[in-house]
């Protein structure tokens, strides 16, 4: 059995050395990550493999407003 543990900000909370944050445009984020798992007009879903065949894939879910990035939810499983 695999826990998992999700994580949404709205606000920029910790400082990371990323052009991803609260804020930034669909452009810059499709740039910066390449081609998503998802995508329309409110979201961008991408799915980011774990080393271990046992774990399900961690996800990030960007949502936008307006063309900028307003909401950020992580999904990633905990190890046993």
Same mark, same amino acid.
């Given at each position: 059995m695999v826990s998992l543990l999700g994580v949404t900000t709205t606000s920029d909370v910790l400082e990371i050395d990323s052009p991803v944050h609260i804020g930034v445009d669909r452009g810059t984020v499709l /740039?910066?990550?390449g081609g998503p798992l998802y995508?329309?007009?409110?979201?961008?879903? %991408?799915?980011l493999?774990?080393?271990s065949d046992d774990l399900p894939n961690d996800?990030? /879910?960007l949502v936008f407003r307006d063309d900028r990035v307003v909401g950020i939810d992580w999904t %990633?499983?905990?190890g046993n």
């Amino acid at each position: 059995m695999v826990s998992l543990l999700g994580v949404t900000t709205t606000s920029d909370v910790l400082e990371i050395d990323s052009p991803v944050h609260i804020g930034v445009d669909r452009g810059t984020v499709l /740039r910066e990550l390449g081609g998503p798992l998802y995508e329309d007009g409110d979201q961008i879903v %991408y799915s980011l493999k774990e080393e271990s065949d046992d774990l399900p894939n961690d996800t990030v /879910r960007l949502v936008f407003r307006d063309d900028r990035v307003v909401g950020i939810d992580w999904t %990633y499983p905990l190890g046993n």
